[in-house]
């Protein structure tokens, strides 16, 4: 297990810095959202990203893909969680991408992959029912009908939901709620007959959308992975996201602390820089700790799970629970420690803490994982 | 790839056949074996054990051959580690000598010195211990006030140690000592070697809340020490100071990892003592409370893995306060959890009543609360972190 970057690597995580500093600041999320953007991030930005490989960093050679890995790409969604840069990374490169390609037939793969790759083809995971993750708990239905299903249910937290061409809808084919069992995953157009997206706009000012599904007719071939079976199919490609997700908010957490550092070094009370105060000394070193121990464990998520290793649950569950505890610390007290300039609008520090939370709920917050990782280890 | 394997298959045979059956239960801590002149071996495979890893140089495995050590890289020291701790072996020898001095002598010993201290500590043939703190020189250790006057052949030793863990039963002592009270406090400093066996040298234990004794106040009066066991050269003790502490807590970063061969897990102590349900620990407060410990105790681990990786096996840097902080604390909590999971079981003293894992669990609680004092508080390393490694101004 790799907790040290190859130079390959290394040179991949330098690109994405640069590529997204220069690129994809701050500032260019707070345009999005003041510009109430449409698409929620910039189509030529991901068409870069694209052609810099990173759409199909998931995505097997044969299907034009980079077939990097989880390494890679978590190298990139660190880097963008750096500027918290809005873009399908997420939904489509991580998420959509190893669905299809773990769990998609040969010609699911061949219809979709391949456009994925080249940044033409945008995806959204369509899971949560609830207010918190919750994989198992589908209501959700899908009957038989015609020799295909009918779909039926109400979904929300859809990333990227209202701009997705193609959505991964988790429905249920038997059993109840809660039920590991009886779940299939369908693949649904964006723009199927009986479905309505209602975009949400959420406090981060990432993309998010209400999916209401109402008699959506599909045939046989929507299915992707087994019928009855789609926690299996799910399972692997939540545990990407959970890792990947963790690096994002790992380079989150990182650039705000850099920037709080950097304000105590500069802000001067008393006739001196606050960074000399001890009050705050302290607490910026048990910050420095907690980004080294997150960093850690989203190292070895990302390997383990490119390594095909037989805990990549437990060490996504380890590095999704810490890197959100570090984002959650670090975001509070960054904007604690701007003191009044922190709290406005102006400053870019809140929106650290905005999407911290955000990126929290996302996939199993920390009572979650924790909760996951007890019984993963057997208590 | 292949050499490390093959290095992993035969370093597992090797323990399977030669560590002693008793070796790998879990040990008392009167079986913990320190070495020294006065060194007994309560059980004599302990002794066995011991002789068979010094005769391969596995009491120290990355010191050179030359000097008593294994040779090994990195990598390979890492194996043994994981192999030593999947068989449940003990440790054979700890020491102060291993963790400490031996780093420093190598870096900064002259050869003399190297070959006369280094061979003697990884057999455990001398035990060493720490001459630091004084009384009115505890995290302000620079502040020292113990004198050392050269004279002719010799300096000529004055002074008052404290908290001198085990100086009763340590041989020598390695000592920070004032060899110019005119200069800044940090530069008057220097490091020597002491032999204790002098009339000069008294040690007076001092008992700790755990009810043990393991450190002392250490009197020196007018001893006689060559200048030759002068490390690192006049006035520069605290360059080595510094060093030594480093690897000290980088040391006690590591408390809750030492070899003492199988345990109960904080899990398993909690469903024997809380109760389960449907296999999970049943109280579900204390459930997460275990499993936000053993995260942090994972991520950790790994952090201390990366850091091994990153600095190839070099020395760790002002990044050890970070360890020996998180370390300590997290060791804490862990005694924290355990008392919570073992409820009044815990809070018994002696005699019947409580179990004998139960009565070395109170104990080490209480000398748990040590670890964040001793190599430094933890608000002192929070101090370095944030002036070395943060760069923030004072
Ligand atoms: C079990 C044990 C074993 C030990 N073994 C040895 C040994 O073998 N050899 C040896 O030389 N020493 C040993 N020590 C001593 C140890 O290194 C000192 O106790 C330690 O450095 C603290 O010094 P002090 O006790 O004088 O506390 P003080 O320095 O008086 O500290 C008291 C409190 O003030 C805080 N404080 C002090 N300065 C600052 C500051 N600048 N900023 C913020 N807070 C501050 C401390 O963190 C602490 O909470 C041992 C101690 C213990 C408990």
Redesign the pocket.
Known sequence: MALVLDSETALIRDTALDFFEKRAPVSALRKLRDDKDALGFSLPLWRQMAELGWAGFLVPEAYGGADYGCLGLGQVMEAAGRTLAASPLLATALIGASALALAGSEQQKAAHLPALARGERLLALALEEGAHHAPFAIAATARPSGGGFRLDGEKRFVLDGHVADLLIVAARTSGAPGERRGITLFLVPGDARGLTRTRTLMVDSRNAARLSLDGVELGADAVLGPVDGGADALDPVLDRARAGLAAEMLGGAAAAFERTVQYLKDRKQFGVPIGSF?ALKHRAAAMFCEIELARSAVLAALSALDAKSSDTGALASLAKAKAGDAFFLISNEGVQMHGGIGMTDEHEIGFFLKRARAAEAAFGDGAFHRDRYASLMGY | MAELDAFRAETRAWLEANCPPSMRTPMPDDEIVWGGRRARFKNPDSKLWLERMAARGWTVPTWPKRYGGGGLAPEEARILEEEMRRLNCRSPLQS?GIWMLGPVLLEYGSEAQKAAHLPAIARGEIRW?????EPE?????AGLRTRAVPQGEHFLVNGH??????ADLADWIFCLVRTDPLAKKHEGISFLLIDMDDPGIRTRPIR?ISGAS??CETFIENVRVPLDNLVGGLNNGWTIAKKLLEHERKMIASIGERQRGAERSLAQLAKTYCGARDGKVADAVLRDQIARHEIDQRAFRLTQRRAAEEAKGGAPGPASAMFKYYGTELNKRKFELLLQCLGTQALGWEGDGFAAEEKRITREWL?SK?NS????????QL?VIAKRVLGLPD
Do not use: H, M, V
């Not at chain 2, 211990?129 to 703190?133: F, I, K």
């Not at chain 2, 020189?137 to 250790?141: H, I, M, P, T, V």
């Not at chain 2, 140690?161 to 085990?166: A, G, P, Q, V």
């Open positions: 001890q | 102060f211990c720490q001459g630091y703190s020189a505890g995290s302000d250790l140690k404290i908290w001198t863990s085990y700790l393991p450190f000398r040590a004092i001793e190599g430094g508080t933890s608000e002192i101090n």
